[in-house]
């Protein structure tokens, strides 16, 4: 009976000693700036972060208390930045890995650059040859679109055929198409350039000038 009760007796103290290690402590700063300690949250101080102490007083953790809509806010936006910012750092690491890869020296780069700038100027020169093209067909059927009304001032003259008013419509239209095609590729141009004028120079950096 004696070893039983000696048992029972260091089971107890066991659970006790377990019970008093999970226990967490606390320490909260409230309204007024003054620091609080506690195993528990008091119900006016929820909303307050604390601090989670181990038995010695050292901060081991750190727990938010209830937020705000405009401290949630905030929050959101920090973590937003926050992640935004890991993102930017990814992507710079990324670029400067794939230029490191892709060429040997800055020679390379500047060739790519002027290939790919000589294959879209290439593009620009025929489709201002083709818009020419269209420019003299447009002209030669507004010509034959003179001897019809409104164009012409003769009360007798006849109106103008539907297919030839919609193959004018449709030369101008393709004109217009064309022109807005070399726009945007002007701006491709200045795009790319752009873009391998910074690869130059950050390679450059990677390799130490």
Known sequence: MKHVHRFLVLAAAACATSSAAAQKL???VDENGVVHYGDRIPPQYVDRHRE??????????YE???LSPEEKARLERERAA????????AEIARRDRMLLETYLSV??????????????????????HYIGELEDRLARLEKSAQRYKPFSDREDAPE???DLAAEIESTK????????????TREEQARLKEQFDSDIERFKELKGG
Do not use: C
């Open 26 to 28: 606390y320490r909260w």
């Open 52 to 61: 989670v102490l181990n038995e010695s007083g050292v901060a081991i953790g």
């Open 64 to 66: 938010e208390g209830a």
């Open 82 to 89: 926050a992640a935004a910012a890991e993102a930017a750092k």
């Open 173 to 184: 239209s393709s004109i217009e198409s064309y022109r807005e095609m070399i726009r945007q």
């Open 160 to 162: 103008l055929p539907p």
């Open 107 to 128: 020679e390379d780069i500047v060739a790519l650059r002027d290939n790919r700038l000589e294959m879209l100027e290439a593009k620009i020169t025929v489709t201002e």
